[in-house]
């Protein structure tokens, strides 16, 4: 689960990192408010969405007096955001952070992820801050700094000092910037996230560190014990199927093609994809309806493909260990009977109960076309959908 970039540095103050003063806006007047509160001379009208790379793409504005703040806000509230990371469909802007604005003398990269292959909090910082980690290491490689951090003991002040030097920190900086790092890992333990990461942290003209921008992001697994994370969750700027689809505890990805695929596990999904696109199409989804596949779950699973108005054929792939084909041929059944589907179906079952899943399928009398292989059912997917479309 993603947060907002207030919602980290609050989560990351309490951890003793240090951010600047801002507030909250939700309209032109709000924010202008927000800047006669602070006080000061500067401001940063900064745009609220799940995404990096707001700077780049005008979501991040400095003002002078608090008409431009007014101005500033006006301009953003309401706009859809487009940055390299949102896609061409970009995210409403619903509300806006106004911070202080804070002269600097440099800035660094901090990060922390987790690195699959030494299953250890990875922490990486580099002395070009301002930029994305993928510039840094592409542009900049030479300045990347890592230290794996042992769990049984988390991360030690020695560590922290050894980035610290690295950085070309002074000796006033390095205390500040030792607890920064111990305060971000353990931010990252406690709230069981998945990274955290603090682009720019500046060098202020004084000689302070300071966390101007900050991402945090958790595991979605972990978060019915984390209610204090949980309750930050933004459904706004979530896609409206991925985010419908979690509300019924399926999973689902949207792509951009338009044959619509529900499986289940992400390995099956993976490998479906793959034979969909090497037979001529492109997925539109995929969506993994799980190991307890009951019929109403299917039922689900077929309203939410068929949502998406790029669905022009639906391949249902199910190799079942767990799961039973007889249910989810009931679901398919079930599914066809109840709801409007206009588009070519095809089903291919496998595993338990198969012979009784493939004998409701074919005693139901419905359009569906069956397949026996996974290539034959891509095979037979990709033809319906040119066939039914003219397309391809």
């Known amino acids: 689960m993603d947060i907002h970039e207030y919602q980290a540095k609050e989560l990351l103050a309490d951890f003793g990192v240090p951010v600047p003063r801002g507030g909250l806006a ?5 924010a202008a408010y927000r800047s006669q509160e602070l006080g000061g001379e500067r401001w940063v009208v900064k745009a609220q969405i799940h995404s990096g790379a707001r700077g780049k793409a005008g979501g991040v504005l400095m003002c002078g007096d608090q008409h431009e703040v007014w101005d500033a806000a006006d301009a953003l509230l309401g706009k859809r955001l487009e940055t390299i990371q949102t896609g061409p469909r970009g995210k409403l802007i619903h509300r806006l952070y106004v911070e202080e604005a804070t002269p600097f003398d440099r800035e660094i990269y901090l990060g922390l992820v987790l690195d699959r292959k030494s299953e250890r909090i990875m922490v990486v910082a580099s002395a070009a801050g301002g930029m994305e980690i993928e510039e840094i290491a592409e542009e900049k490689p030479e300045s990347i700094i890592r230290a794996s951090v042992d769990p049984a003991i988390g991360m030690e002040a020695f560590q922290a000092r050894e980035m610290a030097f690295g950085l070309g920190l002074d000796t006033a900086q390095v205390a500040q910037m030792t607890q920064i790092l111990q305060g971000c890992y353990r931010a990252f333990t406690d709230l069981d996230a998945t990274m955290v990461e603090i682009n720019p942290l500046v060098v202020t003209v004084d000689g302070h560190l300071l966390a101007l921008d900050a991402k945090m992001t958790f595991d979605d697994n972990a978060l019915f014990r984390r209610p204090n994370v949980s309750e930050l969750r933004d459904k706004s700027q979530e896609d409206i199927r991925e985010r419908d689809a979690a509300d019924r505890g399926l ?17 099956l999904a993976m490998a479906t994809m793959d034979m969909i696109k090497h037979a001529g199409g492109e997925p539109a989804n995929f969506l993994d309806i799980g190991g307890g596949a009951s019929p109403e779950r299917v039922t689900k699973a077929f309203n939410l493909v068929l949502s998406d108005d790029g669905v022009e054929a639906i391949l249902v792939n199910i190799f079942a260990g767990i799961n039973r084909c007889d249910w989810v041929a009931e679901g398919v059944v079930q599914a066809v009977t109840t709801t409007k589907i206009d588009v ?18 074919d005693d139901s009398g419905l359009d569906i076309i069956t397949a026996d292989t996974l290539a034959d059912a891509a095979d037979k997917a990709v033809a319906a959908w040119r066939q039914a479309t003219g397309k391809g």
């Open 344 to 361: 070519p179906l095809v089903v291919r079952l496998a595993g338990t109960n198969v012979e009784q899943g493939r004998k409701i399928l």
């Open 26 to 30: 939700y309209s032109p007047e709000q």
């Open 251 to 267: 999973s689902y990805v949207g792509l951009d093609g338009n044959i619509g695929c529900i499986i289940n596990g992400a390995g």
